[in-house]
Nanobody, 126 residues
Framework: QMQLVESGGGLVQPGGSLRLACAAS????????VAWFRQAAGKEREFVAA????????YYADSVKGRFTFSRDNSKNTVFLQMNSLKPEDTAVYFC???????????????????WGQGTQVTVSS
């Protein structure tokens, strides 16, 4: 089993930055596909970014492209989501998810992932 724990959320003003972390235990995260999703209050879960395996292509939702950066630190068994130029519409609970052997077409599909963290709240407001 793998456990995922997100951290780094908080309250930030529009235009500000936050860095989320997703720390894994129980498995080596570098061999797993890892994604970030978010869910705003009253809305469906939304794909944010993903990487199928360390060193491979990183995929982003159009809404965050150019502002968010996905990265891995394999020595810490952790992935990060650097979020810059934050907007009020980025407000949501952010989750990380992981799956071994994710196929390309399933990258943005939350139902395809086996392991999920508990989420961290990001609020962008002045």
């Amino acid at each position: 089993q793998m456990q995922l724990v997100e951290s780094g959320g908080g309250l930030v003003q529009p235009g500000g930055s936050l860095r989320l972390a997703c720390a894994a235990s129980g498995r080596t995260l570098s061999t797993y596909a890892v994604a970030w999703f978010r869910q705003a209050a009253g809305k469906e879960r939304e794909f944010v970014a993903a990487n199928r395996r360390s060193g491979q292509t990183i995929y982003y939702a159009d809404s965050v492209k150019g502002r968010f950066t996905f990265s891995r630190d394999n020595s810490k068994n952790t992935v990060f989501l650097q979020m810059n130029s934050l907007k009020p519409e980025d407000t949501a609970v952010y989750f990380c998810a992981a799956k071994m052997g994710l196929i390309l077409s399933s990258v943005p599909n939350g139902a395809a992932y086996d392991y999920w963290g508990q989420g961290t709240q990001v609020t962008v407001s002045s």
